[in-house]
């Protein structure tokens, strides 16, 4: 039987500019089952997670759980759990740790702070640190928001921790069903699509070493879904891999048409046209769900912009 992600994959959907949102990451290890919503449908307290929800609101802050790849007895929570939380602007990329017996405290972040980058106010209430380890991998798993993230999530983060990975966690909910196996790699904040675990182990490595590896990726979290497309494209087209290296400093225009503006920390400037289209022919986003035409991030043309001319070639 045909699932979301065989239609997706069948129909060469491409990948880039389909990410996720959100400047900063706030993770909470959540070991048992998920629900559909899973910050109200799991094992913590839903009144702290409609609050959570309430407080990350317009924040910059995306929450989400996480836990240990492997069988998910319900065997109960831990006493102590894993906190994590990330920025994933360029130029203040940082990656914290914790642990916490009070999941409640959460609430006393100021999510405004944390969302612009501040990771103070996460030091000060968990006692956070920056994380020394390797780069993490978070491979959705949230079978209960749709059967492709099960069926070929699961699998993925069970091999790569079962192949000695390390900071490998299934998370709770990345988006894009129709791609899975779906993956966020922190501290950088890009996301994959249609992950296997020996380009996840290459995407990884490409993380300790500074690069993005920009086969199978979907976007940046720092920047909404044109200006993913955009800067994969300069990526691409200035063979520009270092992570810090670009930034997108302005987005003008609304859909169905943006102009981009990325810089590099050289001085470089690229202009980048970016066209919202549908993805033809119908398929559905989700599995079970109805077909619809997805929208998808063209690439229209990429210009350098050269302080004497102002204007370079250009790549359609």
């Known amino acids: 039987m045909s699932t979301c992600t065989t239609t997706s994959r069948d129909l060469d959907e491409p990948l880039a500019g389909t990410a996720a949102t959100a400047r900063t990451w706030l993770l909470l290890e959540q070991p048992g089952p998920w629900g559909v919503k899973a910050l109200t449908s799991s094992h913590l307290d839903p009144a702290l997670g409609r609050a959570l929800e309430a407080a990350a609101e317009d924040s910059g802050v995306r929450i989400a759980l996480i836990r240990r ?7 109960g929570t831990p006493a102590a759990r894993r906190l994590y939380a990330a920025h994933t602007v360029p130029g203040n990329v940082w990656l914290h740790t914790a642990t916490t017996t009070e999941p409640e405290r959460l609430l006393d972040l100021d999510f405004a702070a944390l969302g612009k980058g501040d990771p103070r106010t996460f030091d000060a209430a968990f ?8 780069p993490l991998a978070l491979v959705c798993t949230n079978g209960k928001r749709d059967r492709c993230c099960a069926l070929l999530g699961r699998p993925l983060a069970a091999e790569l921790s079962a192949s000695g990975v390390d900071g490998v966690w299934e998370v709770t909910h990345l988006g894009g069903h129709r791609f899975s196996p779906t993956l966020l790699v922190l501290p950088f904040g890009y996301a994959y699509g249609r992950a296997q675990a020996p380009h996840v182990k290459e995407v990884l490595q490409g993380v300790r070493e500074g690069r993005v ?20 494209a300069v990526r691409t087209a200035a063979r520009e891999y270092a992570a810090n290296a670009l930034t997108v400093v302005r987005t ?31 398929r559905p986003e989700s599995c079970g769900a109805a077909l619809g035409s997805p929208a998808r991030m063209d690439v229209v043309a990429v210009r350098e912009l050269r302080p004497a001319d102002a204007v370079g070639p250009e790549h359609g």
Request: some cysteine; aromatic content about 4%.
């Open 252 to 282: 003008d225009g609304t859909a169905p048409r943006w102009e981009v503006v990325v810089a590099h920390t050289d001085g470089r400037l690229w202009r980048v046209i970016v066209a919202r289209g549908a993805s033809l022919p119908p």
């Open 69 to 75: 790849p492997g069988r998910h007895a319900d065997c």
């Open 127 to 134: 006692r956070g640190r920056p994380h020394t380890g390797d």
């Open 213 to 232: 590896v920009v086969e199978g990726c979907r976007g940046s979290s720092a920047w909404e879904r044109p200006a993913q497309a955009a800067e994969l």
